[in-house]
């Protein structure tokens, strides 16, 4: 199996996305990247991360991209989290991401960090790691309107992604009838 078969194999799972850090945890000497991206395989997205040239573009890439260039332990968070999912309508100028690490990189300007609640534990939607739906509801509180938060937490509800517990529970901390 050629290096590209194995970076081939990470990438297609993650948004045909692969950083650095991906390839030596699977064994890739980390300078085959850049040899790749030469050679018109991959493309360089930002400093260690790397995308596909071939691949299949899919609606959720720019929020798998802006959380894969802040690295392991960022997540989509707020009001990003229910763009994703089509929850509600939100403002589409920017992605929130949260990090627990503290970054110095150079950003896109649409992309926003956000500092992760005190012990909040991501979850996965669409193989992007995510704020759940409840924390991301009551996240966007103070950026989105509460009509839009109610109809995105009855979408979620009606979709699975909240359960009635926490259904319940959202409509009483947030005050809806």
């Given amino acids: 199996m050629t290096y590209y078969d194995q970076i081939y194999e990470i990438a297609v799972d993650n948004h045909y996305l692969i950083s650095t850090q991906d390839a030596a945890d699977a064994g890739i000497p980390p300078v085959e990247l ?3 991206a030469q050679r018109g395989k991959l493309e360089n997205v930002s400093r260690g991360l790397y995308r596909l040239t071939r ?3 899919h ?3 720019a929020y798998a991209t802006a959380v894969a260039r802040l690295g392991r332990g960022a997540y989509l968070f707020g009001e990003s989290v229910i763009a994703m999912l089509e929850l509600a309508p939100t403002n589409p100028a920017y ?3 949260a990090t627990p690490k503290r970054t110095r990189k150079k950003l ?3 992309i926003r960090l956000k500092k992760p609640a005190e012990g909040e534990v991501p979850t996965v939607y669409d193989g992007i790691p995510s704020q ?6 009551r996240s966007a509180k103070e950026t989105m309107m509460d009509e839009r938060l109610r109809e995105a937490a009855e979408r979620a509800r009606e979709e699975g992604y909240l359960s009635k517990a926490e259904y319940a529970s959202l409509k009483d901390e947030m005050g809806w009838a």
């Fill in 34 to 36: 850049p040899k790749l």
């Fill in 55 to 57: 691949r299949v573009p």
């Fill in 59 to 61: 609606e959720n890439d």
């Fill in 95 to 97: 992605i929130c991401v």
């Fill in 108 to 110: 896109p300007s649409s």
């Fill in 132 to 137: 759940s739906v409840a924390n991301a509801i």
